[in-house]
């Protein structure tokens, strides 16, 4: 008896021994997608998807891809380049300033040595600047509060509801927005008596 084997599978085996690896052994009839040669950092869309080729990989864009980038840390300080950028202290001065720790505290040694006047001007606006931060986060927690506490009730981690509608948080929201209020008009005053202790 006789085993049949293939022609394309006869092809195949010469093929791979003329070392001609890549060579097609079938004939194939059909609707094929056209393709086109991208090179490295081409972008085209295809199936309404963007893509392009990074470093010999292709990826596809996305809408996140710039807030990625900045999230990122660079290996060298972009600043100086010189210092590689890899402690903790680099990793909150990237986040903070765009530039390695090194850099920042020889920025503001300068400014020190250079004029005091500078240097306390620019002291002032960083203490405004966290200052008024710190007011934006107290009203998001006072908004977070009232809205809250509009509730009826809670629940107990034993299982119980508890009515705290009856505590006057109206009076308790108003009484912290005035406090904020003060902080907020008495910003610069606040700055300065920090800045003299």
Not at 3 to 18: F, G
Not at 47 to 58: A, E, P, S
Not at 113 to 131: R, S
Not at 170 to 185: A, F, G, Q, T, W
Request: charge should be positive; charged fraction near 35%; hydrophobic fraction near 30%.
């Amino acid at each position: 008896m006789k085993k049949y084997i293939p022609e394309h599978k006869v092809q195949r085996m010469r093929n791979l021994a003329t070392k001609k690896f890549g060579k097609k052994t079938k004939i194939q009839i059909g609707y094929g997608n056209s393709t086109e040669d991208h090179t490295e950092g081409d972008i085209w869309e295809e199936k309404g998807k963007k893509w392009t080729i990074k470093n010999g990989i292709t990826q596809s864009v996305t809408k996140l891809d710039s807030v990625r980038q900045s999230v990122l840390m660079p290996l060298v300080c972009p600043n100086c380049n010189v210092k590689r950028m890899k402690g903790q202290l680099d990793k909150l001065f990237w986040r903070l300033y765009r530039e390695c720790s090194d850099c920042k505290i020889s920025e503001e040694t300068s400014l020190k040595i250079a004029d005091k006047g500078k240097y306390l001007e620019y002291e002032q606006e960083v203490m405004a600047a966290n200052l008024k931060t710190y007011i934006k986060d107290m009203e998001m927690l006072v908004a977070d509060y009232v809205n809250s506490s509009n509730r009826k009730g809670y629940i107990t981690e034993a299982g119980k509801i508890e009515d705290w509608s009856k505590q006057d948080t109206v009076k308790l929201s108003n009484k912290i927005e005035h406090k904020l209020d003060d902080l907020r008009k008495n910003l610069t005053k606040i700055v300065d008596k920090v800045h003299k202790d």
